[in-house]
Structure formats: C-alpha cells, structure tokens
C-alpha cells in the first residue's frame, strides 16, 4: 500500500501458495499473459475492455475471441456469482472463509468488494442485491483477501500473507 498511497488497493487474482505464480486466466494492457487450461484453475474470468465496458467469460470462449472483443485486463480465480443481471446457483464456491469479489452494475461502475468471514452465498447475495450488479465473480479467499484505501488497511490480511497480484485504483 505504501507504493500506491492515495489509492483503493485490493487482492485480485489467485496465485500458487508454492511458486507465488498467479493463476488463473490473464491479459494484462490487452496481452495474454496464461491462456485458458494452462494451469487447472480458474475457468471463469471477468473482463474489462479496452472501452471500459465489462463482462465475464467462461474457458468455453477462446482467448482469441476475447482479445478480438477488445479485452484489456482479466481477474480470473473464481467462479462467476452473477452474470447479465441473473445470479448463478450456488455451486458451494462461496464458503465460510472471507472472500473477495469483483464486478459491475448496469450502469458500468465498477465494485470491488470483501465479505467478512462466514458470511456464506446466501447472506452476501441478500446484501448486495440492492446494487443490481450486471456481473460479480468470485476472486480469491482465505487470508490472501485484503484492501487498502489511501495508504491505510480496511481489510488486513488474516494471516498476513504477500499476494501475486493487486488491483489498485487511483
């Protein structure tokens, strides 16, 4: 957070606890970095374009595809929680651990958001409908889930753990 003192800073994609390697699918400024199946997490990812629009995809769509859409940057280590305004079925991915989350409304505002720990789908999902997110995945959880706002920590670390990756808005 020292580096970026007057920003909002959060934990962003997945990463091996071993290597330290992010995980997960990735374009970084709209180049690929890990393609889909390159490693065996993440299959879902959320986007945004190149035009600041944003969306979710699934590994059935090549990367390919969505570089030619115009994709810019991906968060990839979830599931996706709510895509085009409908919720998802709970597929158990959203537990008793504290988890981070990122997504959109419709009117393309972007959330980054953190839930407390054993907060669970169904309670999350009841806070947040009230926002009318157009898309939400699901991004790490566990001690790795952390936010910053201008050099001072919101949500710490619960076991002080170093990320691979950040999202920082200044």
Do not use: C
């Not at 970095?33 to 299959?43: I, L, P, Q, V």
């Not at 079925?89 to 959109?104: A, Y």
């Not at 972007?110 to 907060?119: G, Q």
């Amino acid at each position: 957070m020292a580096q970026y003192p007057d920003a909002l800073i959060m934990n962003a994609s997945g990463f091996n606890m071993e290597t330290g390697d992010i995980t997960g699918f990735q374009i970084n400024n709209g180049a690929l970095f890990t393609n889909w199946g390159e490693n065996k997490r993440a299959h879902e990812a959320f986007i945004i374009n190149k035009d600041g629009s944003m969306t979710t995809y699934d590994s059935s769509t090549p990367a390919s595809q969505i570089l030619a859409n115009g994709a810019e940057q991906s968060y990839s280590f979830g599931k996706i929680l709510i895509k085009k305004g409908r919720v998802q079925e709970n597929d158990g991915s959203v537990n008793w651990m504290i988890h981070s989350f990122i997504g959109n409304d419709k009117q393309n505002n972007l959330y980054l958001m953190i839930s407390e720990t054993n907060a669970g789908y169904e309670n999350i999902m009841d806070q947040i409908k009230n926002l009318n997110l157009a898309n939400l995945v699901l991004m790490d959880g566990g001690g790795a889930s952390q936010m910053g706002l201008n050099g001072q920590t919101i949500v710490p670390s619960q076991d002080n753990r170093q990320v691979g990756d950040f999202i920082v808005l200044k």
